[in-house]
């Protein structure tokens, strides 16, 4: 059975983003100019009304009315990617963790390289926060979406935090 792939726009303090999902949770959220930005399916169908609990939650987030996200998510990846996906969503709030520390974390002290490629390979920015991991120097190294993104999505959590 071939499911409807669905899509909506939402702008942000960082610019339209488009969200996209299989009518059960959400498959992606991308950036205008993500880097791996897939096309949108050409059976995708525009429905604003299948999205309204996530742009209810990405407001709440930018509003600084929201720390975790609690939407259905469906991400399409490997099973490692899915594991570095999973692992990212243990980040909390306003904290950073470096690419070997993750490795770590997932048991896997060899491989911060890999874990790196996975995360640049998230589907689901922001909700999956990927733009809390930094490079062990602690310098912000490459997003999907662009340094000047990660540096507003990361001062804007630490602000909240204080």
Not at 62 to 90: H, I, M, N, R, S
Request: net charge positive; proline share 6%.
């Amino acid at each position: 059975m071939i499911r409807n792939s669905y899509y909506s726009e939402v702008d942000s303090p960082l610019g339209v983003l488009t969200l996209t999902g299989n009518g059960d949770a959400l498959t992606g959220l991308y950036m205008t100019a993500q880097k791996h930005r897939p096309a949108l399916p050409a059976r995708s169908v525009r429905d604003d009304k299948r999205f309204v609990q996530v742009r209810e939650q990405l407001a709440a987030y930018f509003a600084g009315e929201l720390q975790c996200f609690d939407v259905p998510l469906a991400g399409k990846g490997t099973d490692f990617q899915q594991q570095v996906w999973q692992a990212l969503c243990d980040i909390p709030f306003g904290v950073t963790e470096s690419y070997g520390a993750l490795a770590m974390r997932l048991g896997k002290p060899s491989a911060p390289r890999a874990v790196g490629m996975a995360n640049g390979r998230n589907p689901i920015g922001i909700i999956v926060p990927c733009h809390r991991v930094l490079g062990a120097s602690g310098a912000l190294t490459g997003y999907g979406g662009g340094i000047a993104r990660k540096q507003w999505l990361l001062a804007h959590e630490q602000r909240l935090c204080k």
